[in-house]
């Protein structure tokens, strides 16, 4: 049964209720300070970005590490840390010097050395990994100035390396798989240990020493300037709480309201919905390809005609406008989609033939768990759709729920269900990110190597080698259709749908950078 807001919103929300609730928020802070931008996001339980690929923790290091270079809204690497770059006539060879004043938020300054162990540190990453098969040396030359040395030339380097988020050398080395907590970067903003509350709240402070860029903001590119001293990420499980609390001026940011909270919000003249990446996110479902029953890959090929998108999205996104369907690995706003391999797509689904492959596959009514974030409410709810497609097909499944720090810690685990493991986990990413093989960890299929699910396709992978090498257009397009036919025979994943989810902020809050990689910049905002 799908949890709706609607029958709630009906007995008075939008007639003012939420306005007149008892605050969570008005009994622990003090009033909004004009310098000040309270945002209601979901739990921060990793902090480092090299350890999980999770979008809050992404947003957090945007906030206190600063990157070598960014995209900018043309999605173009722009520098950002660095203040010149060349490369040798053969390629292979990138010589990149430091801007001046860079310095990290414990008062000793960035070297070559910090960005060298960076660098390699994201080069065991999937993002990563492709760079440094071809590196054949990073080494510092000066205090500003480090080489990277290719055995072969990499076109996308400058593109692969906007990122890497640049740790000071003590953090960064170290291997990927243990966890960075010191939260120390160089960026526009310091995090504020003292006044962390995990499962409450984190609080980040403007760097008063942080030297912006000369340019204008563009994209993740350009100037870093904040204008506003302190930020405040508060964890608000539920939704509605969170409402009441931006309609009383008591927290300036909603992120992802839920659908059903649209229409209040609008007829609001205090508050605005606003769309700050356009081209959407895709919310897909992973599957467990270590354990039972989506090891086998017939129950996997079950779940790509199960799935009814439009059902998902009606959940999702259920006003049209902020709703699409999308079939193609490559997504709906990118130059490589496709439609090869895409008979398994049809209106509806095929639960019936979905039945079928489940007993192809010889399930014999093990447990399936489906771990359901209930601090997200679109993915929760899309949770409790995909249990009930999948019990009206008797397939035995049970909801985990917990709040996303949750979901982010559990979908680690390889054991079986029994021992605290998993089978199907829902996320998203945005549309942008599945236009490049290379960068994007859920589109790799090396096993238990890489991103939660471990897929695994020598095949795959062999095709997505030759990405990084393919010299025009057309080629990569048809590269693109190779790689999706292989794609779908293993079921890497599945899709729900592409949904468009504006973010809920109050009129006085402006600034708001939107950018099509989907991350949450906090420089540039201000209140009035």
Same mark, same amino acid.
């Given at each position: 049964?799908?949890?709706?807001?609607?029958?709630?919103?009906?007995?008075?929300?939008?007639?003012? *209720?939420?306005?007149?609730?008892?605050?969570?928020?008005?009994?622990?802070?003090?009033?909004?300070?004009?310098?000040?931008?309270?945002?209601?996001?979901?739990?921060?339980?990793?902090?480092?970005?090299?350890?999980? *690929?999770?979008?809050?923790?992404?947003?957090?290091?945007?906030?206190?590490?600063?990157?070598?270079?960014?995209? =900018?809204?043309?999605?173009?690497?722009?520098?950002?840390?660095?203040?010149?770059?060349?490369?040798?006539?053969?390629? !292979?060879?990138?010589?990149?010097?430091?801007?001046?004043?860079?310095?990290?938020?414990?008062?000793?300054?960035?070297?070559? #050395?910090?960005?060298?162990?960076?660098?390699?540190?994201?080069?065991?990453? #999937?993002?990563?990994?492709?760079?440094?098969?071809?590196?054949?040396?990073?080494?510092? !030359?000066?205090?500003?100035?480090?080489?990277?040395?290719?055995?072969?030339?990499?076109?996308?380097? *400058?593109?692969?390396?906007?990122?890497?988020?640049?740790?000071?050398?003590? =953090?960064?080395?170290?291997?990927?798989?243990?966890?960075?907590?010191?939260?120390?970067?160089?960026?526009?903003?310091?995090?504020?240990?003292?006044?962390?509350?995990?499962?409450?709240?984190?609080?980040?402070?403007?760097?008063?020493?942080?030297?912006?860029? !000369?340019?204008?903001?563009?994209?993740?590119?350009?100037?870093?300037?904040?204008?506003?001293?302190?930020?405040? $990420?508060?964890?608000?499980?539920?939704?509605?709480?969170?409402?009441?609390?931006?309609?009383?001026?008591?927290?300036?940011?909603?992120?992802?309201?839920?659908?059903?909270?649209?229409?209040? /919000?609008?007829?609001?003249?205090?508050?605005?919905?606003?769309?700050?990446?356009? #081209?959407?996110?895709?919310?897909?479902?992973?599957?467990?390809?270590?354990?039972?029953? +989506?090891?086998? &890959?017939?129950?996997?090929?079950?779940?790509?005609?199960?799935?009814?998108?439009?059902?998902?999205?009606?959940?999702?996104?259920?006003?049209?406008?902020?709703?699409?369907?999308?079939?193609?690995?490559?997504?709906?706003?990118?130059?490589?989609?496709?439609?090869?391999?895409?008979?398994? +797509?049809?209106?509806?689904?095929?639960?019936?033939?979905?039945?079928?492959?489940?007993?192809?596959?010889?399930?014999?009514?093990?447990?399936? &768990? /489906?771990?359901?974030?209930?601090?997200?409410?679109?993915?929760?709810?899309?949770?409790?759709?995909?249990?009930?497609?999948?019990?009206? /097909?008797?397939?035995?499944?049970?909801?985990?729920?917990?709040?996303?720090?949750?979901?982010?810690? %559990?979908?680690?685990?390889?054991?079986?269900?029994?021992?605290?493991?998993?089978?199907?986990?829902?996320?998203?990413?945005?549309?942008?990110?599945?236009?490049?093989? &290379?960068?994007?960890?859920?589109?790799?299929?090396?096993?238990?190597?890489? $991103?939660?699910?471990?897929?695994?396709?020598?095949?795959?992978?062999?095709?997505?080698?030759?990405?990084?090498?393919? #010299?025009?257009?057309?080629?990569?397009?048809?590269?693109?259709?190779?790689?999706?036919?292989?794609? $779908?025979?293993?079921?890497?994943?599945?899709?729900?749908?592409?949904?468009?989810?504006?973010?809920?902020? %109050?009129?006085?809050?402006?600034?708001?950078?939107?950018?099509?990689?989907?991350?949450?910049?906090?420089?540039?905002?201000?209140?009035?």
């Amino acid at each position: 049964m799908i949890i709706s807001r609607r029958d709630i919103i009906k007995a008075g929300l939008a007639a003012g *209720t939420a306005v007149s609730m008892p605050s969570v928020l008005r009994a622990q802070t003090a009033p909004s300070d004009a310098r000040t931008v309270r945002m209601v996001r979901i739990d921060l339980s990793l902090f480092d970005p090299y350890y999980t *690929t999770a979008d809050i923790t992404a947003d957090h290091a945007l906030a206190i590490y600063d990157t070598l270079f960014a995209p =900018d809204s043309k999605l173009l690497p722009q520098p950002q840390m660095v203040e010149k770059w060349g490369v040798s006539d053969d390629k !292979k060879t990138y010589t990149l010097e430091l801007r001046d004043g860079l310095g990290w938020h414990d008062g000793t300054p960035v070297t070559a #050395a910090d960005c060298v162990a960076s660098i390699r540190r994201w080069g065991q990453t #999937a993002n990563g990994k492709l760079a440094m098969k071809r590196a054949g040396d990073i080494s510092k !030359k000066d205090d500003k100035t480090f080489t990277i040395v290719l055995k072969e030339p990499l076109g996308l380097l *400058t593109e692969l390396l906007t990122g890497t988020f640049v740790m000071r050398e003590k =953090d960064a080395d170290r291997p990927a798989t243990e966890q960075v907590t010191a939260n120390i970067g160089s960026g526009p903003f310091k995090f504020n240990q003292a006044l962390a509350k995990p499962g409450a709240s984190f609080t980040y402070d403007r760097n008063e020493k942080y030297i912006a860029r !000369k340019d204008l903001p563009d994209g993740l590119a350009g100037a870093k300037t904040v204008k506003v001293d302190r930020v405040i $990420w508060n964890n608000i499980a539920d939704q509605q709480t969170a409402l009441a609390a931006l309609q009383a001026g008591e927290i300036d940011f909603l992120n992802s309201p839920p659908a059903d909270f649209y229409s209040v /919000i609008e007829s609001d003249p205090n508050l605005e919905l606003q769309v700050l990446n356009e #081209a959407g996110y895709n919310m897909f479902l992973r599957m467990n390809h270590l354990q039972k029953p +989506f090891d086998n &890959v017939k129950a996997r090929q079950a779940m790509l005609h199960l799935i009814d998108q439009e059902a998902f999205l009606s959940v999702v996104a259920p006003d049209p406008k902020y709703g699409h369907t999308v079939a193609s690995i490559f997504g709906n706003s990118s130059p490589y989609s496709n439609d090869e391999n895409t008979g398994w +797509f049809k209106k509806g689904g095929d639960p019936e033939k979905a039945k079928h492959l489940f007993q192809e596959a010889g399930y014999a009514g093990e447990k399936v &768990v /489906i771990l359901q974030p209930t601090s997200w409410a679109s993915a929760s709810n899309a949770a409790q759709l995909l249990a009930d497609s999948l019990r009206k /097909i008797g397939v035995n499944t049970e909801l985990a729920p917990s709040d996303w720090g949750g979901v982010v810690a %559990r979908r680690a685990k390889k054991d079986p269900v029994e021992t605290g493991g998993w089978s199907v986990f829902i996320t998203d990413s945005a549309d942008y990110d599945f236009t490049n093989p &290379v960068s994007a960890a859920f589109l790799t299929a090396d096993g238990e190597k890489g $991103w939660f699910g471990w897929p695994k396709s020598d095949e795959y992978e062999a095709l997505r080698a030759k990405w990084a090498d393919v #010299a025009t257009l057309e080629e990569r397009r048809a590269l693109a259709r190779e790689m999706q036919r292989v794609w $779908w025979d293993l079921v890497g994943f599945v899709f729900l749908g592409r949904a468009v989810s504006p973010i809920a902020r %109050r009129k006085t809050l402006t600034g708001l950078i939107g950018t099509p990689v989907g991350r949450l910049p906090m420089w540039n905002m201000q209140k009035a």
